[in-house]
């Protein structure tokens, strides 16, 4: 059987058809993929073993392991109502239902959210007005100024608007129940719920508490650092009361920039040179800032008199300057300073002229409390100090090596009299020198007691103290110091008169002397003689060294 082909004319309907047809297929399979996005989206997994957890903590679950967005009203969530799942390789609808088994919620899936909606019972309330669906307010300060660009936004929601220049805004929110975030810069954010103030309404904002507008003292009164032309730092009570101190100056190292509080020893009670952005002369007692308490100034140079201290020591001649003064900074009680301020240029020299031109402390002391009630405050601290790392000197055959090699470059010949540490002592003696003349404890004790009350016109405080500073040095020295302050103020009902009155009392009792224990941990040849004779007598070795003990015993 033979076949033939044969060409036959075409049909003119032939192309409107073809479109028909690819027009259908292509409606019949985005209906199939739009099908089957949904039925994945239902049939994905869920697995998610909770206990007495709050429906919020479901929620994001959840989007965690659908990626769906969960849309549910505020009062919904904040019904703190619990929740108890065990679920495995369930399906999103099944886990859904287990969620919501007993509540009065009911939930839809409309693309990637899902919706959740209080239940409508019947037998529940009507309410007063109807859930609003567009809410109109407006944004101003405490003093009714419109606040333009202030941002709201539905607590919950990732979609906020700003007002406009009239502070108006208009925004649509799910229901009544809705929570609005008001917030605006330099204004502390706050929360509104609608149910408690209608469709329309006025939102108030105050001023936030920033460090810019917290109160600086000054000469003429108090200021605030954004308003400040000068430059002005401040620490409080709270951050010296951080500081295990007996002196507040050391309070003010490292807290106050181009403030430098250096000591010229390490001893408790030693004096301080303070300097404010650098020297201006070359006299270092012209170089001190004024210093007022209260107002009233403050003597802030060191007590006693600078001296020298000259000698021969190992035939080698040595001179030494010290301060044996005290600082009277350590008259001061910590515990009874509310503040310390700073002034460091415009201010300073504005106010107190040649006088503030190094700079000016403002110290504030503590006053009792308006209208609070009579409040008794104890604070006992304690704690001990060791030196944290030592030197590292030469050992007993090293420091002899050295010493031999010194006469030997010299030409000198060494005798008893210039070298004693080679020829009349025992030179398989071992001693770090470090360890015995400042290897101590020094004890620290701070003990306080303060009483304040009083009413809305008088109002008075009390505090006594006892601090205890000890030393890493032998021989028990120490800084004892016992304060008492009593202060009462009183203002008249017409604020016309203000009347104050303060009094304190210290007692400094400073036992330590000028000795020089770190000089002669770091110079005694490690085979000095030992300090004490098999009696207890102190050894002086044939008169061949000076025993750094014998300070012990100036009375």
Partial sequence: ?????????????????????VMQLTAILLTVATLGVQAAGVAQTVTLTVKNVPLETVFKAIERQTNYVVFAPADVVEEDR??????????????????????????????????????????????????????????????????????IMVKGAKRAIQTDAKGNFTLAVPDSSAVLVVSYTGMAPREVRLKHVGSIFTITLYPSNNPLDQAQVIAYGTNTRRLSVGSVSKITSDDIAQEPISNPMMALEGRVAGLDVSQT???PGSGQAL????????????????????????????????????????????????????????????????????????????????RGSNGVILITTKKGKLGGQTQLDVNVSGGFGKVGHFMDLLNTPQYLEMRHEAFNNDGETPTAANAPDLLVWDTTRYTNWQKVLMGGAASYNNDQVSLSGGNENTHFIVNASH??????YPGGFGDNKDAGRFGIDHTSLNKRFKANFSVGYLVDNNTFTDSYFVQDALTLAPDAPPIHLPDGQLNWAGSTWTNPYSALQVK
């Fill in 467 to 472: 601090i205890e500073q000890g030393s890493v």
């Fill in 275 to 354: 300097t404010i952005r650098g020297l201006n002369s070359l006299n270092m007692t012209a170089n001190n800032p004024l210093v007022l308490v209260d107002g009233v100034p403050f003597l802030s140079a060191s007590l006693g008199n600078t001296g020298s201290l000259s000698g021969t020591y190992n035939g080698a001649s040595y001179s030494l300057s010290m301060n044996s003064g005290l600082t009277p900074f350590n008259l001061l009680n910590p515990a009874d300073i509310e503040s310390i301020s700073v002034l460091k240029d415009a201010d300073a020299t504005a106010i107190y002229g040649s």
């Fill in 1 to 21: 059987m033979d076949f033939k082909a044969h060409s036959a004319p075409p049909c003119p309907q032939w192309g409107l058809i073809k479109t028909l047809l």
């Fill in 265 to 267: 020893n390490g001893i």
């Fill in 82 to 151: 619990k929740v108890t799942l065990d679920l495995r390789n369930v399906s999103l609808a099944d886990a859904l239902e287990a969620c919501f088994k007993n509540m009065p919620y009911t939930w839809s899936i409309e693309g990637r959210v899902i919706a959740v909606e209080r239940r409508l019972v019947s037998n529940e309330p009507a309410t007063a007005l109807p859930p609003p669906t567009e809410i109109h307010g407006r944004v101003t300060d405490s003093l009714g100024i419109p606040l333009e660009g202030a941002s």
